[in-house]
Nanobody, 123 residues
Framework: QVQLVESGGGLVQAGGSLRLSCAGSGRTFSNYHMGWFRQAPGKEREFVAAVTRSGYSTYYPDSVKGRFTISRDNAKNTAYLQMNSLKPEDTAVYFC????????????????WGQGTQVTVSS
């Protein structure tokens, strides 16, 4: 089992950057592929990035490709989401999640979730 805690959210102007962190507890963090999702008010949860257990491979949907970068540091039990060129439509609560299986883009296929961190992008 792994517990996840996100941090790094906040208010930023359009065009700015934020880096989100997802700290995992326990010795099993490196056994899981990690993903980031977001959910805006009134909208469905949306997949935004995934990284393999090793950190070697990543995957992004077209909506964030080229602007967001997912990474991880297994020595620190932490995954990251670097978000650049932020847009008002990126405003959402961002969640990290852990999965035993690669590649998963649906939230229902992830085993563990953090509590989320709010990202607000002003125009």
């Amino acid at each position: 089992q792994v517990q996840l805690v996100e941090s790094g959210g906040g208010l930023v102007q359009a065009g700015g950057s934020l880096r989100l962190s997802c700290a995992g507890s326990g010795r099993t963090f490196s056994n899981y592929h990690m993903g980031w999702f977001r959910q805006a008010p009134g909208k469905e949860r949306e997949f935004v990035a995934a990284v393999t257990r090793s950190g070697y491979s990543t995957y992004y949907p077209d909506s964030v490709k080229g602007r967001f970068t997912i990474s991880r540091d297994n020595a620190k039990n932490t995954a990251y989401l670097q978000m650049n060129s932020l847009k008002p439509e990126d405003t959402a609560v961002y969640f990290c999640a852990a999965s035993r299986t690669w590649l998963r883009v649906r939230g229902t296929e992830y085993d563990y979730w953090g509590q989320g961190t709010q990202v607000t992008v002003s125009s």
